[in-house]
């Protein structure tokens, strides 16, 4: 009994002071070099956790509210994380362009170091040979033109199955409901499933999505290990390193089981590959890629790669609801072009310039990585005339940038016209648009997610009309999280 007293006091006494004076000494001795540097500006830090009590949940809003007091290159001190924010277009032009060799490495954060296998992916690798070859194996064997291209019938059966699906709710339901969200999600997760895995899981989709969404927010998560690597423990008492353990145990369950599939089914039943032939194969011929690396690069393309096509979409739906001109103009253009053939062909979304525009104004105003995918230095750079360490983790808030109103007249309102005149010269609106990232860290799908995003959008538009449900007036919230609400999904030609 006087032991376990003991152990309860360590625990929840000694440790944690300790923990205190030990990361108040590290802070204090980062503070004496930093003042040699010519940092940029920033608001005062506390003792231990610097600017983490300025930060809220919507952290790219929170960091916008602070650049406009601070400026567009602001520092700030995240616990022990040193940190610059970018918050203008000609700015992220010189991070991407000037220093994106020295600033295009991964910082470390708990969850991703877990879920990708010690970083042996493509979206959280640290910059290097190991990461070089992978992203070499996306470009030209998993996302590249001509491979996306050739999942192009897969892509389309699916979309076909959805709007069948859609169809039967919206007339099984007394107002025409349907819930956006679900069957977006799930079209996302099946174009995902059949391109990456060669099968869907329709059988036990809701184990499926809750994985899934557990997954994401564990990525997405707040971590003290992340921060304030001394205070670790509370991440123990409060479960979230559990939690993470278990989700990090169930994906990989998961793919095991993929794998295990695809290396003991007949290869003469197989009607071509997906991306986990591709990587086995890579594996067995090459010899330069393992098991974890296989593993990892499927977490980016299941888990990270889901949400942003599916994102893009709701939220281009959810516009089109809330400016009916918009969406009667765009249902007008596609039903124009695609005539009587009873649904949109991948080969259609060429001609349809003002559905093009509306994704773009919906990646502006809802970029699905509103802050990009974090980058850490390398080496001691200047920006601006300031200095910018090694190991500093570098944030570009693409959503700042993206409702600049010098380069947005009207940032806040959704304008697909805006687009119109800037479709054939992409250079204009390189470093004001950039929801998919620039530089050697790109995202390597966005060829993938432009396909899937503008087949499912043009299909949706040609197929049903679209309206809010009866009595609800959305109005978006600058920064809201929430997107996708239901809408009346009326069958053409049935009312």
């Not at 019938?153 to 979309?159: G, L, P, T």
């Not at 349907?178 to 174009?191: H, K, Q, R, Y």
Request: contains cysteine; proline residues 5%; charged residues 25%.
């Amino acid at each position: 009994m006087a032991l376990q007293l003991v152990s309860l006091v360590v625990v929840l006494f000694i440790l944690p002071l300790l923990s205190l004076l030990i990361l108040h000494k590290l802070i204090n001795k980062e503070s004496t070099t930093h003042k040699q540097l010519n940092l940029p500006p920033g608001p005062k830090k506390l003792p231990l956790i610097g600017n983490l009590h300025q930060l809220e949940t919507n952290l790219h809003r929170s960091l916008h509210d602070l650049s406009l007091q601070y400026g567009p290159l602001m520092y700030l001190q995240l616990g022990q994380v040193p940190t610059v924010v970018v918050s203008s277009a000609a700015l992220a032009k010189e991070v991407f362009r000037t220093h994106d060799l020295y600033s295009s490495s991964r910082p470390y954060h708990v969850a991703w170091e877990k879920l990708s296998y010690g970083k042996a992916d493509v979206a959280f690798a640290v910059y290097g040979d190991s990461w070089r070859y992978l992203r070499k194996i996306c470009m030209m064997e998993l996302l590249g033109p001509k491979i996306v291209g050739s999942f192009q019938i897969a892509r389309q059966e699916e979309v076909e199955r959805t709007m069948k699906a859609i169809a039967s709710k919206a007339s099984e339901s007394q107002n025409g409901e349907v819930d956006l969200t679900e069957e977006i999600f799930a079209l996302s997760t099946n174009i995902i499933c059949r391109l990456a895995f060669g099968k869907l899981y329709q059988n036990d989709a809701d184990n499926f999505r809750s994985m899934l969404l557990e997954a994401q927010e564990n990525l997405m998560a707040f971590f003290f290990t992340d921060y304030l690597p001394m205070l670790g423990w509370v991440d123990v008492l409060t479960g979230k390193q559990r939690r993470l353990e278990q989700i990090f145990a169930r994906l990989d369950r998961f793919y095991q089981k993929i794998i295990d599939e695809h290396l003991d089914r007949n290869k003469s039943d197989a009607c071509g590959e997906d991306f986990v032939d591709v990587l086995l194969r890579l594996e067995r011929d090459e010899k330069r890629i393992n098991l974890d690396q296989i593993k990892g690069v499927l977490m980016n393309v299941f888990v990270a790669g889901t949400d942003t096509s599916a994102a893009t979409v709701e939220w281009a739906m959810t516009e089109l609801m809330r400016y009916p001109e918009v969406l009667k103009k765009a249902q007008t253009e596609v039903r124009g072009i695609v005539g009587t053939k009873g649904n949109v062909e991948e080969g259609d979304t060429d001609q349809l310039h003002y559905l093009k525009c509306i994704v773009k104004e919906a990646m502006r105003l809802h970029p699905p990585s509103p802050l990009l995918v974090p980058r850490e230095t390398t080496s001691h750079f200047k920006l601006d005339h300031y200095d910018i360490p090694a190991k500093t983790t570098v944030l570009i808030n693409a959503w700042t940038i993206a409702r600049d109103p010098s380069h947005w007249p009207c940032p806040d309102e959704f304008k697909p016209e805006r687009f119109i005149n800037k479709m054939s010269d992409p250079k204009r609106e390189e470093f004001n648009w950039i929801p998919f990232g620039e530089g050697r860290r790109i995202c390597p799908g966005k060829n993938f997610s432009n396909k899937a995003v503008e087949l499912m959008l043009a299909n949706l538009l040609y197929s049903f009309d679209w309206s809010l449900p009866d009595g609800v007036v959305y109005e978006a919230k600058l920064g809201s999280a929430q997107r996708g609400p239901c809408g009346h999904g009326n069958k053409r030609g049935r009312k």
